[in-house]
Structure formats: C-alpha cells, structure tokens
C-alpha cells in the first residue's frame, strides 16, 4: 500500500456532495458544461493546471455526448493523482485526456497543451503567493487560444485577493463572465473570457511555485 500523500487526501471532502469542496466542484463544472454549449461546433483543446484527481473536467466528459471534440491535458504533479485521474478518464473512455505528470508552474509543461480554449486554474491560487498569481495570471495569455475562457477559483481568506485577482485579470486582457462568492463559505469561482491578442509560449520560467 502506497502512503496517502496531502494532496491525495485534500480530495477526500468531494465525497460529501454537502461539502464546501463539492459545492465548489459543482459551480465549475456548471461553467465547463456551459462554455461546451456555447462552442458546440468546435473541436476544442483545455489544459488543467494543478489538476488533482480530475473531478471537474472528467466529471463533466464523462456523461457528454460530445466528449470526443475536447482534447484535453491535466498537468499534475503527485503520483498519486495521477493514477486516479488516468483511471477516471480511462473509465469515461475519454481517450482525447493526456494526464501529464509535471510541474505546471513551469511554462516548459505547457508545451503542446497550449493555445487552449479553456484554461482550469482551480485549486492554484490560494496555494501560492500573491506576487505569484499576479505572474501566473501574466502569463495567461500565452496559454490561451482567441476567445478563450479561464475558469478559476480562490478561498477569500482576510486579506482578500479576488478584488487584485479580478484587477489583474482585467489587466492582461479578460473580461470577466461570472464570479460566485457565497457569503456561507470562503471560496470563489470565476470565468474571464480572453479579449486580448494571444502570446507565443516562451517554454521558459516559473510562473509559480506550491507553497505547502
Ligand atoms: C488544491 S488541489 C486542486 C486539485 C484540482 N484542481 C481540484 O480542484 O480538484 C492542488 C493540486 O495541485 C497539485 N500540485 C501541487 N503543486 C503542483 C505543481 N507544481 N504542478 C502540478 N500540480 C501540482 C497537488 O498535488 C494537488 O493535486
């Protein structure tokens, strides 16, 4: 038996659909399952970074009709994860699914995952520092497609970053479609839709780094 790291283990409240983590996957996978109606002629490519187990885009594929149209990579770095989320998207057949294990602060990852349509940056921001969201979202632009749309969240802790994170997002170029702040709970979900002109990886740098 293999030790259940941290990270294996944070995903443990998605099995109570009451819980704040659920309430928090059902919110993203609403904002997925509609930005899929809305582009429903295309072929479209996601990159998850940060992608844990894979709940919310394999969750959302996994009962779509038209699943096969989405290429998709997760960026994950624990083993652990990754054999869940391989097994998942092998049980959906979701054969258009690359679970990469790899560090998703470094640009080098993205490499043949991007320009993507939808970009998951869900678990991200509240596990690294402020200078680094303000970088990772800098760096947005060279991860999306035109029109793209990036779906993020982010527990509001005091201080609250979502009012920079907003700031910020207007600032490289996203216009913003949706941002859910329960007051019964700390977290946040929200869309940006790409306006600006898209960027060409430069497959160089740290755009993040974890900090537990
Ligand atoms: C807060 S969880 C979010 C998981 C998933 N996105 C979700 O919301 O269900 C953060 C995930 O990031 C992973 N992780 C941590 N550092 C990473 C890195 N540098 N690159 C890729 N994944 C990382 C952890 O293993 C963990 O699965």
């Not at 699943?67 to 083993?79: C, I, K, N, P, S």
């Not at 470094?106 to 680094?132: E, H, R, T």
């Not at 035109?146 to 802790?157: H, L, P, Q």
Request: with cysteine.
């Amino acid at each position: 038996m293999t030790a259940q790291t941290h990270w294996q283990a944070w995903h443990e409240p998605y099995a109570d659909e009451g819980s704040p983590l659920s309430r928090r996957l059902r919110l993203v996978q609403q904002h997925i399952a509609s930005w899929l109606d809305q582009r429903s002629d295309e072929r479209l490519t996601v990159v998850s970074a940060c992608a844990g187990q894979g709940h919310d885009l394999i969750g959302v594929l996994a009962s779509r009709p038209d699943a096969q149209r989405v290429h998709g990579t997760l960026l994950e770095y624990d083993a652990g994860n990754v054999a869940a989320a391989r097994a998942a998207a092998d049980q959906a057949r979701l054969s258009n699914l690359v679970i990469k294990q790899a560090d998703a602060g470094q640009l080098s990852s993205y490499v043949g995952a991007v320009p993507a349509d939808l970009v998951l940056m869900v678990g991200v921001f509240g596990n690294i520092s402020d200078a680094d969201v303000k970088r990772t979202i800098a760096a947005l632009p060279r991860l999306c497609a035109e029109g793209a749309s990036v779906i993020w969240t982010r527990a509001r802790r005091a201080p609250d970053l979502t009012p920079a994170v907003r700031g910020w997002l207007r600032d490289a170029g996203y216009v913003e479609e949706a941002f859910h702040a329960p007051d019964d709970v700390r977290f946040s979900v929200g869309v940006h839709r790409f306006e600006g002109a898209p960027q060409p990886l430069d497959a160089a740098g740290t755009v993040f780094t974890f900090l537990h």
